[in-house]
C-alpha cells in the first residue's frame, strides 16, 4: 500500500483555515462561576461589623480625648501671681500673746519691818514693841504722817495703839506730797510680835495694810 507523500521538491498543502460554511462546530460551554458559601458570606458580615466597630470606637475615643483636653483648665495659667508672696509673709502679730500691762500702783503704799526699840528721853521703863515704816506717796493729793495715824496688829490679832515718843526714831509729823515718801519707827505698848501695820490718812480714811517682814 503506498503513501502519497510530498516530495521534498513538492510544494507543502496549507493548513485548511476555519471552517467557514455550515454549522459552526461544537465549542465546549464555559465552565460555571463558583459562589461563595454561606460560612464565607457569614465570616465577610462578621468581619465587616467588627471593622465598623472598631472605627467607631476609635471615633469616639478621639472625640473624648479632644473634648477633655480643651475642657481642663490651665492652672498653671490661672494661678494667682501673689501665691509666693502669702506664703512667705510672717505669723500673723495678732496670734502673738500681747504683753502684759504692769499693775497700777497703789495710791499710798505702806512697808513695814521689824526693827529694835530705841528708847527716848521719854521712855518710862516698859516693854515695847517697835516697827520701822515707809509711806510712799502714789496720788495726786497731798497725805499726811503722824505717829497716830498707825495701829499694830500682832499674830494674835490683837490690835495696838501707837505710844508717842517712846522710840527716839519715831516717824515725823508732816505732809507727804505726791510722789514723796518718808520712813521712820512707831511704837506699840508691851512684848509682842507684830503681824501687820495699819496706816490711816485722817481719822475716817481707808486703812492701808503693810504686812511685817
Known amino acids: 500500500m503506498s503513501h502519497n507523500y510530498p516530495g521534498p521538491n513538492q510544494p507543502q498543502q496549507p493548513y485548511p483555515g476555519p471552517y467557514t460554511g455550515g454549522p459552526a462546530p461544537y465549542q465546549p460551554p464555559p465552565p460555571p462561576k463558583?459562589?461563595?458559601s454561606n460560612w464565607a458570606i457569614a465570616g465577610i458580615t462578621v468581619g465587616g461589623a467588627f471593622a465598623f466597630l472598631i472605627l467607631m470606637g476609635a471615633l469616639i475615643s478621639s472625640g473624648d480625648d479632644s473634648g477633655s483636653t480643651a475642657s481642663k483648665p490651665n492652672t498653671v495659667a490661672q494661678a494667682p501671681k501673689d501665691t509666693a508672696k502669702t506664703d512667705t509673709k510672717p505669723a500673723d502679730k495678732k496670734e502673738q500673746p500681747a504683753k502684759a500691762k504692769p499693775a497700777p500702783e497703789a495710791p499710798v503704799k505702806v512697808t513695814a519691818k521689824n526693827t529694835t526699840f530705841k528708847p527716848s528721853v521719854l521712855h518710862d521703863g516698859g516693854a515695847y514693841?517697835?516697827?520701822?515704816?515707809?509711806?510712799?506717796?502714789n496720788s495726786d493729793e497731798t497725805i499726811s504722817s503722824n505717829?497716830?495715824?498707825f495701829t499694830i496688829t500682832d499674830t494674835d490679832g490683837t490690835k495696838h495703839a501707837s505710844e508717842?515718843?517712846?522710840?527716839?526714831?519715831q516717824i515725823d509729823t508732816l505732809d507727804i506730797e505726791p510722789g514723796e515718801n518718808i520712813t521712820g519707827v512707831i511704837t506699840g505698848k508691851g512684848d509682842f510680835t507684830a503681824k501687820y501695820v495699819t496706816y490711816t490718812d485722817g481719822w475716817f480714811g481707808e486703812g492701808i495694810?503693810?504686812?511685817v517682814s
Not at 129 to 134: E, K, L, M, R
Not at 164 to 169: E, G, H, I, R, Y
Request: hydrophobic fraction near 35%; proline fraction near 4%.
Open 34 to 36: 463558583k459562589g461563595l
Open 147 to 149: 505717829p497716830l495715824n
Open 209 to 211: 495694810r503693810g504686812n
Open 164 to 169: 508717842l515718843a517712846v522710840d527716839k526714831n
Open 129 to 137: 514693841t517697835s516697827i520701822q515704816v515707809t509711806i510712799t506717796n
